[in-house]
């Protein structure tokens, strides 16, 4: 059983830095990558979450393009933490942010549907 928890949230303004972190639980063995995701507003189902940036046990990453040269993805195995430092967001960067957990290989991401955090939700005012 694995339980992931998202914090940092809140409201920011654009051009401002904001980090979130998720803290990991449990045995997250069987799988080698971790990631964020955004529900945008309007959306409502896991399906409809967009992939921000997804990292891989060997320090690998994947970078959504609207995030690219923005957004630092970094996991502290040791601490079981997975953060996410957002530079310079933008008011479409308002959502929730989900930390996810699954396998990253040949540079692609596959989150495992069974694990997701409650979210953290993120307001970039202009």
């Known amino acids: 059983q694995v339980q992931l928890v998202e914090s940092g949230g809140g409201l920011v303004q654009a051009g401002e830095s904001l980090t979130l972190s998720c803290a990991v639980f449990?045995?997250?063995?069987?799988?080698?990558?971790f990631a964020w995701y955004v529900q945008l507003p309007g959306t409502e189902r896991e399906i409809e979450r967009e992939?921000?940036?997804?990292?891989?046990?060997?320090?690998?990453?994947k970078y959504a393009d609207f995030v690219k040269d923005r957004f630092t993805i970094s996991r502290d195995d040791a601490k079981n933490t997975v953060t996410l430092l957002m530079d310079n967001p933008t008011p479409e960067g308002t959502a929730v942010y989900y930390c996810?957990?699954?396998?990253?290989?040949?540079?692609?991401?596959?989150?495992?549907?069974?694990?997701w955090g409650q979210g953290t939700q993120v307001t970039v005012s202009s």
């Open positions: 996810s957990t699954g396998h990253y290989y040949d540079g692609h991401y596959y989150p495992t549907a069974r694990y």
């Open positions: 449990g045995d997250t063995a069987t799988y080698n990558g």
């Open positions: 992939l921000v940036v997804a990292i891989s046990s060997e320090g690998a990453t």
